[in-house]
């Protein structure tokens, strides 16, 4: 039984060889293999020589009638191709290969073709989306005023609240400013915007952020108020090219000028145009640039008027890296036309916009409603303010601390800003009376830490001393924290600064001011504010 089972898979091993034996080496290698293995049968006396005869020449003439049969059907179909015999086992090592290099050069292909046609990878996505950079802040602060005991009640106008309202009686107890009831509040702070790049060197913005309608140097919304939501406002909305030597911007945007809280509000931002040139250059063996600022910012469009309020600025300076130091300076030209008063003729209204929209206090302010009325009033400038500004900042680089992560930083910062434009002579048409000149200010920061406290154990501490006269700048754009805000103060402040978590980090601030002119207002106020951004 062993040996037919035998002799009959050596006849179909070989009649499969033979007849295709000229159509592979391969195929004749394993045919060869199969005589060795008949021989060996042999010699072993498991068939015999005659046997094993009859096998190859029974399989040579099955081969040889295969063949002819397929020569035949060949010559029968024109055009017809031959295809080689391949093994099974060479099939299927065949068809995982292709299969393998199909799929890495056909995902090749669809990666490729998807980032081109879009289909959800990050490089399908429009380039203005992808270029987009989102930021928010929020500030939660809490807030107390404490006023001097030995101010002077009854003294010092709230003119703000009397030109809303129309007049001095109809402001009735709001026509005085407070300067004797402590204050303890919180106020809340966010900011919400986005920055995109359109194209190689142009750029848009745009922030929402709360605040008070009316108030251009706060965005504090006050914690209490549940008979109506926040406001809201667009508070940045502007286009931007930049390029190496050419900034230019356009719309609502951040305050172009290097400069401090003495002349600008940390909050305030500015309407018009601006372009900043920009030059490098190369002296004493270390890289500088010099920058030339200059503007238009409409503050008030009078329709009846062809005396529309707006400011003029220019500044020149320059940026220098000093080893591991650096030094910004700025010499700047601020000029603010037609925000001085114009009294009306007798009875008259024509003369009401020159009044402010907004004030906070300090300034010399007169009345130009003219009508002999005592409980009436309209209250406006009654200088010119053009600021001639001299601002800078020196850091001293990184700094390693013993035994510290991270490095500090210690820098100085300094304003001094004068009115040229204050005439007393004008003062005095104006108003009828004759007013002396202050117009200098000043203010100076020291401080030391590191440059940002957003993440834990980071810290700064700072503290500056600040004067600020009655005409030095126009009371309505200064720093709205000293002496709560305006002109005609003097004293210092104190920041520390501490990260608490990734993005998150609290401040402390203690101010403390007191009137330079006129009799005793001080005002000392303590805030803790929460902030988080990203």
């Given at each position: 039984?062993?040996?037919?089972?035998?002799?009959?898979?050596?006849?179909?091993?070989?009649?499969?060889?033979?007849?295709?034996?000229?159509?592979?080496?391969?195929?004749?290698?394993?045919?060869?293999?199969?005589?060795?293995?008949?021989?060996?049968?042999?010699?072993?006396?498991?068939?015999?020589?005659?046997?094993?005869?009859?096998?190859?020449?029974?399989?040579?003439?099955?081969?040889?009638?295969?063949?002819?049969?397929?020569?035949?059907?060949?010559?029968?179909?024109?055009?017809?191709?031959?295809?080689?015999?391949?093994?099974?086992?060479?099939?299927?090592?065949?068809?995982?290969?292709?299969?393998?290099?199909?799929?890495?050069?056909?995902?090749?292909?669809?990666?490729?073709?998807?980032?081109?046609?879009?289909?959800?990878?990050?490089?399908?996505?429009?380039?203005?989306?992808?270029?987009?950079?989102?930021?928010?802040?929020?500030?939660?602060?809490?807030?107390?005023?404490?006023?001097?005991?030995?101010?002077?009640?009854?003294?010092?106008?709230?003119?703000?609240?009397?030109?809303?309202?129309?007049?001095?009686?109809?402001?009735?107890?709001?026509?005085?400013?407070?300067?004797?009831?402590?204050?303890?509040?919180?106020?809340?702070?966010?900011?919400?915007?986005?920055?995109?790049?359109?194209?190689?060197?142009?750029?848009?913005?745009?922030?929402?952020?709360?605040?008070?309608?009316?108030?251009?140097?706060?965005?504090?919304?006050?914690?209490?108020?549940?008979?109506?939501?926040?406001?809201?406002?667009?508070?940045?909305?502007?286009?931007?090219?930049?390029?190496?030597?050419?900034?230019?911007?356009?719309?609502?945007?951040?305050?172009?000028?290097?400069?401090?809280?003495?002349?600008?509000?940390?909050?305030?931002?500015?309407?018009?145009?601006?372009?900043?040139?920009?030059?490098?250059?190369?002296?004493?063996?270390?890289?500088?640039?010099?920058?030339?600022?200059?503007?238009?910012?409409?503050?008030?469009?009078?329709?009846?008027?062809?005396?529309?309020?707006?400011?003029?600025?220019?500044?020149?300076?320059?940026?220098?890296?000093?080893?591991?130091?650096?030094?910004?300076?700025?010499?700047?030209?601020?000029?603010?036309?037609?925000?001085?008063?114009?009294?009306?003729?007798?009875?008259?209204?024509?003369?009401?916009?020159?009044?402010?929209?907004?004030?906070?206090?300090?300034?010399?302010?007169?009345?130009?409603?003219?009508?002999?009325?005592?409980?009436?009033?309209?209250?406006?400038?009654?200088?010119?303010?053009?600021?001639?500004?001299?601002?800078f900042v020196f850091d001293s680089g990184p700094l390693q601390m013993p035994g510290a992560d991270d490095p500090i930083h210690v820098k100085v910062t300094?304003?001094?800003?004068?009115?040229?434009?204050?005439?007393?002579?004008?003062?005095?048409?104006?108003?009828?009376?004759?007013?002396?000149?202050?117009?200098?200010?000043?203010?100076?920061?020291?401080?030391?830490?590191?440059?940002d406290v957003d993440r834990f154990g980071r810290w700064r501490v700072a503290g500056e001393l600040r004067h600020l006269e009655r005409d030095a700048v126009?009371?309505?754009?200064?720093?709205?924290?000293?002496?709560?805000?305006?002109?005609?103060?003097?004293?210092?402040?104190?920041?520390?600064?501490?990260?608490?978590?990734?993005?998150?980090?609290?401040?402390?601030?203690?101010?403390?001011?007191?009137?330079?002119?006129?009799?005793?207002?001080?005002?000392?106020?303590?805030?803790?504010?929460?902030?988080?951004?990203?």
């Amino acid at each position: 039984m062993r040996k037919v089972a035998v002799v009959a898979l050596l006849m179909t091993l070989l009649t499969g060889v033979t007849a295709h034996a000229e159509q592979t080496e391969e195929l004749l290698t394993l045919r060869n293999t199969m005589v060795s293995i008949l021989e060996k049968l042999v010699a072993d006396g498991v068939i015999s020589e005659t046997e094993a005869r009859a096998i190859v020449d029974k399989a040579e003439k099955e081969a040889l009638e295969e063949f002819a049969r397929q020569r035949q059907s060949e010559a029968a179909k024109p055009g017809a191709v031959r295809v080689a015999y391949v093994p099974q086992i060479v099939k299927d090592e065949l068809r995982q290969q292709i299969k393998s290099e199909l799929k890495e050069e056909v995902s090749q292909e669809v990666m490729a073709e998807a980032r081109q046609d879009g289909w959800g990878v990050p490089g399908a996505l429009p380039a203005w989306i992808s270029d987009i950079t989102w930021r928010a802040d929020v500030r939660v602060r809490s807030e107390s005023v404490l006023f001097a005991s030995d101010n002077t009640e009854g003294f010092y106008r709230n003119f703000q609240a009397i030109n809303e309202a129309g007049g001095i009686a109809a402001a009735g107890q709001d026509a005085l400013l407070n300067v004797s009831e402590d204050v303890h509040k919180m106020t809340e702070r966010l900011r919400f915007g986005l920055e995109t790049r359109v194209s190689d060197h142009w750029s848009m913005g745009l922030r929402i952020t709360t605040g008070n309608e009316g108030n251009p140097v706060t965005r504090n919304a006050t914690l209490g108020q549940y008979d109506a939501p926040w406001e809201a406002f667009v508070d940045l909305a502007y286009a931007q090219y930049r390029s190496k030597y050419l900034v230019f911007s356009g719309g609502r945007f951040a305050n172009p000028f290097l400069s401090t809280n003495l002349v600008f509000d940390d909050d305030l931002t500015f309407e018009g145009l601006s372009a900043t040139g920009l030059l490098p250059f190369e002296l004493w063996g270390a890289n500088h640039r010099a920058f030339l600022t200059a503007g238009y910012f409409p503050l008030d469009e009078v329709e009846l008027s062809s005396r529309d309020k707006y400011l003029l600025a220019a500044q020149l300076g320059g940026q220098f890296t000093l080893g591991g130091s650096s030094l910004s300076l700025g010499l700047a030209y601020y000029d603010f036309s037609n925000v001085n008063g114009t009294r009306n003729a007798p009875g008259s209204t024509k003369e009401d916009f020159t009044a402010p929209s907004f004030v906070q206090k300090g300034n010399t302010m007169f009345d130009i409603r003219n009508d002999l009325q005592p409980d009436t009033g309209l209250f406006a400038l009654a200088a010119a303010y053009q600021l001639v500004d001299v601002a800078f900042v020196f850091d001293s680089g990184p700094l390693q601390m013993p035994g510290a992560d991270d490095p500090i930083h210690v820098k100085v910062t300094g304003d001094y800003v004068q009115n040229v434009g204050y005439d007393e002579q004008d003062i005095f048409r104006a108003t009828g009376t004759m007013v002396p000149d202050k117009t200098d200010g000043y203010r100076l920061e020291l401080s030391v830490g590191m440059n940002d406290v957003d993440r834990f154990g980071r810290w700064r501490v700072a503290g500056e001393l600040r004067h600020l006269e009655r005409d030095a700048v126009m009371d309505a754009f200064t720093d709205s924290d000293f002496h709560r805000g305006g002109t005609d103060a003097e004293g210092w402040a104190v920041d520390v600064l501490y990260g608490i978590a990734r993005n998150t980090w609290m401040r402390l601030r203690y101010l403390t001011a007191n009137e330079i002119d006129g009799p005793p207002f001080g005002i000392d106020i303590v805030q803790v504010d929460l902030n988080t951004k990203f």
